[in-house]
């Protein structure tokens, strides 16, 4: 049966990094750039100092003819002793049967290609049940910064994970672009994939990731309550579906730009001690892999898809349709 929503967008606006001008250019660029004929709605968790921006973007006339109160289907309040994992899980169990898909959108990225969303559908068409989380090109570090940072994908098992950052379309670059070489003035080292191919990756960085709502439910994954905030959930969802048999996908034709105003951050990243401890007790592997820990992949999970990034490199690209 066909769903009330094509599209639901979950963001979580929250701590001491937030700020009016990161959220509204989030909302509005993925507004702009969603694409004509698409029925979607947005759901905000937002601290209670943020609430007022939020009606000012959708029930104000700032914004007349991108949004408008209509694309609201939630606002909710932050609770200190709930996480995000807590607050999507609480959302997704309340609202997964309205919408096909959920999109995931952190509060400080700016949307840069145009019908994203139709685009999305178009080169998922025939795959949709063997898809688990989709995502877009992340150009922040390399396109604008100037820094070979690579950060669309999570390295899984690949021979060249060591590597990082010289890893996925940045592995043509050396340590010898950080000491005095931008790669603004080099982009022609990246390799990138296809561009209207679906590449197979092992997880999504959680700036910004999809899925359809139904594969999600199907094996009923809910993301892990071990810090407050998104640290590590993209690698365990991206593991959790690969374990299942579906595949994770890079669209590498749409572009988003994330983080937004990097230099006025307040605070990095935080919890990184208990989402390992989190990771390492869940999975029984470290989350920076060893020889040891993917033995134990190959054992315990030999039959699934999870073992696919083994003895290959990030940048051997697989596609998911077979031309």
């Known amino acids: 049966m066909k769903k009330e929503l094509d599209l639901i967008i979950f963001i979580m606006s929250s701590g001491s990094n937030v700020r009016s001008d990161n959220l509204t250019d989030t909302?509005?660029?993925?507004?702009?750039?969603?694409g004509e004929n698409v029925k979607y709605k947005y759901y905000m968790v937002v601290d209670l100092d943020v609430i007022p921006l939020i009606h000012y973007l959708f029930f104000g006339n700032q914004y007349?003819?991108?949004l408008d109160k209509d694309l609201v289907l939630d606002i909710v309040t932050t609770e200190k002793e709930k996480s995000w994992a807590n607050h999507y899980n609480i959302f997704f169990e309340k609202y997964n049967h309205l919408s096909e898909y959920i999109l995931i959108s952190h509060d400080d990225l700016e949307m840069k290609t145009s019908d994203f969303w139709n685009k999305t559908k178009k080169q998922i068409k025939g795959y949709e049940d063997q898809i688990g989380w989709i995502t877009y090109t992340s150009d922040f570090y390399y396109a604008i910064q100037g820094h070979p940072?690579?950060?669309t994908a999570r390295c899984g098992f690949e021979d060249d994970r060591e590597n990082w950052p010289y890893c996925y379309e940045c592995h043509n670059f050396t340590k010898e672009h950080w000491d005095g070489w931008s790669t603004k003035e080099n982009?022609?080292?990246l390799d990138?994939?296809?561009e209207n191919r679906l590449v197979k990756i092992h997880a999504p960085m959680s700036s910004l990731f999809a899925i359809k709502s139904e594969n999600q439910k199907r094996i009923g994954y809910t993301f892990p309550n071990w810090?407050?905030?998104t640290m590590l959930v993209d690698e365990d969802c991206g593991m959790s579906m690969l374990i299942n048999?579906?595949?994770n996908v890079w669209v590498p034709s749409v572009y988003y730009t994330h983080p937004l105003r990097i230099?006025?951050?307040?605070s990095g990243n935080k919890w990184e001690k208990e989402a390992h401890r989190g990771f390492e007790t869940k999975w029984k592997i470290h989350q920076k892999v060893t020889q040891k820990d993917i033995e134990y992949v190959k054992k315990i999970y030999g039959d699934t898809n999870l073992v696919w990034s083994i003895g290959r490199n990030t940048y051997d690209w697989d596609y998911l349709d077979k031309k």
């Open 263 to 266: 230099g006025y951050r307040k």
């Open 187 to 189: 982009l022609h080292l």
């Open 64 to 66: 007349r003819g991108i």
């Open 192 to 194: 990138m994939p296809e």
């Open 149 to 151: 940072i690579p950060v």
């Open 227 to 229: 810090t407050m905030y």
């Open 245 to 247: 048999n579906l595949w």
């Open 27 to 34: 909302i509005v660029s993925l507004a702009k750039n969603i």
